[in-house]
Nanobody, 115 residues
């Protein structure tokens, strides 16, 4: 059983920063990919960033240069550093752990960016 817990969301003014954390616990396969996705009200869930267990990253163009994804394998935690936030970044942010055994999801954390 694998559990994911996101944290770090909140309310921030445009131009501000937040760092989201995704902490995994349980029987975690060493080969895995963690992705951050977000879902704004009335919108489909969309991919934001991903990182493999060996550190290969992928970031959607709309946040490139503003968001950075990183991970601490020793602590089973993945981070999403979000800078220069815009109102259109407002969404519930989810992390998902993808393994050969299946995918696991956290409960999500709300990010609200005011103009």
């Amino acid at each position: 059983q694998v559990q994911l817990v996101e944290s770090g969301g909140g309310l921030v003014q445009a131009g501000g920063s937040l760092r989201l954390s995704c902490a995994a616990s349980g029987n975690i396969p060493s080969i895995n990919t963690v992705r951050w996705l977000r879902q704004a009200p009335g919108q489909q869930r969309e991919f934001v960033a991903g990182i493999s267990n060996d550190g290969i990253t992928n970031i959607v163009d709309s946040v490139k240069g503003r968001f950075t994804i990183s991970r601490n394998n020793a602590e089973n935690t993945v981070y999403l550093q979000m800078n220069s936030l815009k109102p259109e970044d407002t969404a519930v942010y989810y992390c998902t752990l993808i393994t050969g055994r299946g995918s696991y999801w956290g409960q999500g954390t709300q990010v609200t960016v005011s103009s």
